[in-house]
């Protein structure tokens, strides 16, 4: 159980909770890595995370 109850439904555990928002989460604070057991929303909440992360410069990471 997440103390953050904002990603984690638990009277619904069937539920994602707001998945991709504990993902980008993660990735603010440095987390490197991650698996999920909903890889599509994991990626598009990467991407998401990436695209808003890109330099200015327009290069990728």
Not at 9 to 30: N, Q, S, V, Y
Not at 35 to 59: M, V
């Amino acid at each position: 159980m997440h103390t953050a109850r904002r990603f984690v439904h638990t009277a619904f555990p069937r539920l994602h909770g707001d998945l991709a928002g504990e993902i980008r989460l993660f990735l603010d604070l440095g987390v490197d890595g991650f698996f999920s057991d909903q890889p599509d929303l994991a990626a598009e909440a990467r991407g998401q995370w990436l695209a808003r992360e890109q330099p200015r410069t327009g290069r990728a990471h």
